[in-house]
């Protein structure tokens, strides 16, 4: 039986400006460890265990850290290697780093297990590569609030007026030259058509 005391790390890559220097953030009444790259190791996130925090809570916690910081930064942001053990493991390096000063102003933090996991969601739709992958992603999290197609649509319909990026404006303009009613054509162009093809190539 493994020791309950020890240290999880895991490398991270994204786009968020990562501290330069070791960051230690409390989250949840857990402190976690933002490492910097070096020019050999790759950033990372520590947490240490112990008996009543496991590998497993440890772990659990770290994910979440990342979807809140995700959502509050709007960038992607993926684990690239999980290590645990007695001492602290650092992970090897991968391409470039951005680096910052580790101060997030914002982070997320729901109790409810249906928004951390939306949360979940998110951080995985901004942080896979393919767009095909980010329309199923985002229409992941709308699944977690609007459980059937009609009240889906109308969810977006009720929330177009709040985009403000000039490219997505730009594109909804776009979709009612062809579809007036742009909800519709996401959910049946996007969301669906997507959803089919994926099932027809697995």
Known sequence: MLPAKGFLTLGINTAILWPSQEKVIDFRGQRLHLLPATDKLQRMIRAETTRNFTRKDADRLILEFLSALAWAEQRGIVPTFGTWCTAPLDIGKEPADATGDGHFDYLPNPPDP????????????????LVPYKVLGFFKVINTIRDSGADQKQWIRDN??????????ARIASIQNVEPDVANYLYVSGRCAVAHAFNRMS
């Open 114 to 129: 249906k928004a951390m996991r939306a949360l979940v969601l998110y951080r995985e739709g901004l942080s896979v590569n």
């Open 160 to 169: 177009l007026q709040y985009v403000t990026d000039r490219k997505a404006i």
